[in-house]
């Protein structure tokens, strides 16, 4: 009797360990998925004279307001892409470590968020799109998202982030930078944070029963 439940705990943890791996390795492919899907928008941009670049947001039009998803997977050049391809590939994978469902509803409030603050703050006659107001927003979850929900390894990468972005994400927010949406970013930073409160799970919840999410 012994013997088998020492066999059994072996398994479970066994299977615990197997739960992280699954879970690390379809982060991992998700966020490469997603990047790549953002270059390839870029080149077909490219190749078609830039047409893209009409998916963008222009605040308080009316009509715009079906851009507001579009927006955060639409680029201006190569270069700005570049930009946003390794903190949304690192946030992007930490944030799914959590379970994609979750990262998935996080991820879709961040970005209407950020879309309607930016038709309803930027200003006239400009046209934004890009994937940092998601960015900004995947990095204020992080961020706070272990201190809600009272998780260590959550707290940990949280500390872990503010500690290699920060300094850019302060950057990023300053009102004097030419070409550049700090009304997107502010509005995706404020997004995640409050992500992480409307989107919280219960300590007792399945996501954590599952073991060592982020």
Same mark, same amino acid.
């Given at each position: 009797?012994?013997?088998?439940?020492?066999?059994?705990g072996m398994w479970?943890?066994?299977r615990?360990e197997?739960s992280?791996?699954?879970r690390?390795?379809t982060?991992?492919k998700?966020m490469?998925?997603?990047?790549?899907?953002l270059?390839?928008l870029e080149?077909?941009?490219?190749l078609s004279?830039h047409?893209?670049?009409g998916?963008g947001?222009?605040?308080?039009?009316?009509?715009e307001l079906?851009?507001v998803?579009?927006?955060a997977?639409?680029?201006?050049?190569?270069?700005?892409?570049?930009?946003n391809t390794?903190?949304? @590939?690192? &946030?992007?994978?930490?944030?799914a470590l959590g379970?994609?469902?979750?990262?998935?509803?996080?991820?879709a409030?961040i970005?209407?968020a950020?879309g309607l603050g930016v038709? @309803?703050?930027?200003?006239?006659?400009?046209?934004?799109a890009g994937a940092s107001?998601?960015i900004?927003?995947l990095?204020?979850?992080? &961020?706070?998202t272990?201190?809600?929900e009272?998780r260590p390894?959550?707290v &940990?990468?949280? &500390?872990?982030?503010?500690a290699?972005w920060?300094?850019?994400?302060l950057?990023? @927010?300053?009102?004097t930078?030419s070409?550049?949406?700090w009304?997107?970013?502010?509005v995706?930073?404020?997004?995640?944070v409050?992500?992480?409160?409307?989107?919280r799970?219960r300590?007792?919840g399945?996501?954590?029963?599952a073991?060592g999410?982020?």
């Amino acid at each position: 009797m012994t013997g088998t439940s020492g066999a059994a705990g072996m398994w479970g943890a066994e299977r615990r360990e197997w739960s992280r791996g699954e879970r690390a390795r379809t982060a991992a492919k998700l966020m490469l998925v997603w990047v790549a899907l953002l270059w390839l928008l870029e080149v077909a941009d490219v190749l078609s004279g830039h047409a893209l670049d009409g998916f963008g947001i222009v605040p308080r039009t009316p009509s715009e307001l079906v851009d507001v998803v579009p927006a955060a997977f639409i680029h201006f050049g190569f270069a700005h892409v570049a930009a946003n391809t390794v903190p949304l @590939l690192v &946030l992007g994978f930490l944030a799914a470590l959590g379970g994609i469902r979750q990262f998935a509803a996080v991820c879709a409030l961040i970005i209407v968020a950020d879309g309607l603050g930016v038709w @309803l703050i930027s200003p006239s006659g400009t046209n934004t799109a890009g994937a940092s107001g998601l960015i900004f927003g995947l990095f204020g979850y992080l &961020l706070v998202t272990g201190f809600v929900e009272r998780r260590p390894l959550g707290v &940990l990468a949280g &500390l872990l982030v503010a500690a290699i972005w920060g300094t850019s994400i302060l950057a990023g @927010l300053a009102p004097t930078q030419s070409g550049v949406s700090w009304q997107g970013h502010l509005v995706g930073l404020v997004a995640g944070v409050a992500a992480a409160f409307v989107l919280r799970r219960r300590a007792d919840g399945q996501a954590l029963r599952a073991g060592g999410a982020l």
